[in-house]
């Protein structure tokens, strides 16, 4: 089963780097606690929801992106772990869907640790089934990050390039998106440039399960569908 292939991935990616695990997931939570807590005291009260939603966009979408795009530019170019699972019968999609697996296990309880830690510093309150949601939609926005990022891990040759790329790509995705304000104070021109970027979807998204709004949820949720079968295309086509 091809299920059983990935986990078993999965758990050898997650064993082989185990004296990592920890000191990265905690390494996660570093940046966007500091930059959450400054926006706190210098940032305009009526934006905290819209802290609390960029806080979460960042860590679902950059960490699972940069990580994925260049660990696998490292494991596919310049280790021996990509030919090792490869020669004892997995094959790429096995490969793809065991890192991706790990890669969501390890998020979760980042994503989960922020919102705890960003409920305390901001001061407000979410009920169980908001909590929970917000969970699965930041669970769904690492994922279509790390289809992005595997892609482009696995398109590039030169892994190096690979590093400098994914570290300059999201920038402008959370810069230019209304991820940490509303999309009302952006500029008429940017705004429409925002309209065609996946994170102000990721933004929305997250706006909808922290207040419960389906229909935003649903809306924003099926772009990610999209994001992911565009980015499985680009997978495929990588191999």
């Not at 004892?88 to 065991?98: C, S, T, V």
Request: glycine letters at 6%.
């Amino acid at each position: 089963m091809r299920l059983s292939r990935a986990m078993v991935i999965s758990k050898y990616i997650l064993l082989s780097s185990r004296s990592w695990v920890y000191a990265g997931v905690g390494f996660t939570l570093i940046f966007p606690v500091l930059w959450l807590t400054l926006l706190r005291i210098v940032g305009n009260p009526q934006y905290l929801q819209y802290f609390m939603v960029g806080t979460v966009v960042n860590t679902s979408f950059l960490i699972p992106f940069i990580g994925t795009a260049q660990d696998m530019a490292y494991i596919r170019r310049g280790s021996t772990i990509y030919t090792v699972l490869f020669s004892n019968g997995a094959d790429h999609w096995d490969i793809a869907l065991g890192y991706i697996t790990q890669t969501l296990l390890l998020t979760l309880p980042s994503i989960a640790s922020l919102l705890l830690l960003s409920m305390a510093i901001l001061g407000v309150r979410y009920g169980v089934a908001q909590i929970m949601t917000t969970l699965a939609t930041a669970l769904v926005i690492a994922l279509s990050s790390s289809l992005l990022g595997y892609a482009l891990g696995i398109g590039v040759r030169n892994y190096r390039i690979t590093n400098q790329v994914s570290q300059v790509i999201p920038w402008p995705l959370l810069l230019l998106a209304p991820v940490y304000y509303p999309i009302t104070i952006l500029p008429q021109a940017i705004r429409l440039v925002s309209l065609a970027l996946p994170t102000t979807y990721m933004a929305l998204a997250i706006h909808g399960s922290l207040v419960l709004n389906p229909m935003e949820l649903i809306r924003a949720v099926s772009v990610f569908i999209i994001i992911c079968g565009c980015s499985c295309s680009l997978v495929g086509e990588s191999f």
